[in-house]
């Protein structure tokens, strides 16, 4: 029996670098599955309309999501029990910061930003899909900022 004072061998312990990497690619690659779900049902044979609706746009709005959440993990596995830098922090802010004006550009018409006169019918247009792309490349530029280059260079 552990007294108080010995250390537990149950304690959880976090994954290892690589593990956290391959978790991180696996959920980067089943959030790209999932966002071609939503922005590309044609490519899966799953079209069923004309435009892109509400449930398409929740879908590779959480497909987006889960591509950051992998992203985040795999990145900060290669860091490992390193300190990050402040570019790394600055980056993942921008990561946060990029999903939401994706959110915000993309749910434009549920949010009540719309350009129609009736948006009773949510619309994905041009200039959301503007938007939901500034919020894209804001979260590629921050995880560009996460990665660890100098480690790597070894």
């Known amino acids: 029996m552990n007294s108080p004072t010995q250390p537990s061998e ?8 690589r593990d956290r990497i391959r978790l991180g690619l696996l959920i980067t690659f089943l959030g790209l599955v999932i966002f071609i779900l939503g922005a590309k049902p044609e490519w899966l044979g799953l079209d069923h309309s ?6 398409q746009i929740c879908i590779f709005m959480l497909g987006l999501a889960i591509i950051c959440l992998g992203g985040h993990i795999g990145l900060t596995g290669i860091w490992g029990g390193e300190e990050k830098s402040i570019g790394a922090d600055i980056g993942l802010r921008l990561v946060a910061t990029g999903y939401v004006i994706s959110i915000f550009s993309g749910m434009a018409d549920v949010l009540g930003m719309s350009i129609k006169d009736n948006p009773r019918l949510p619309f994905f247009g041009p200039w959301q ?11 590629a530029l921050g995880m560009l900022l996460v990665v660890p280059w100098h480690r790597l260079r070894k």
């Not at 004309?50 to 449930?55: E, H, N, Q, T």
């Not at 899909?129 to 979260?139: A, L, S």
């Open 10 to 17: 149950n304690i959880s312990r976090p994954l290892p670098e």
């Open 50 to 55: 004309p435009v892109i609706g509400f449930a």
């Open 129 to 139: 899909q503007v938007g939901v792309e500034i919020g894209m490349i804001t979260i």
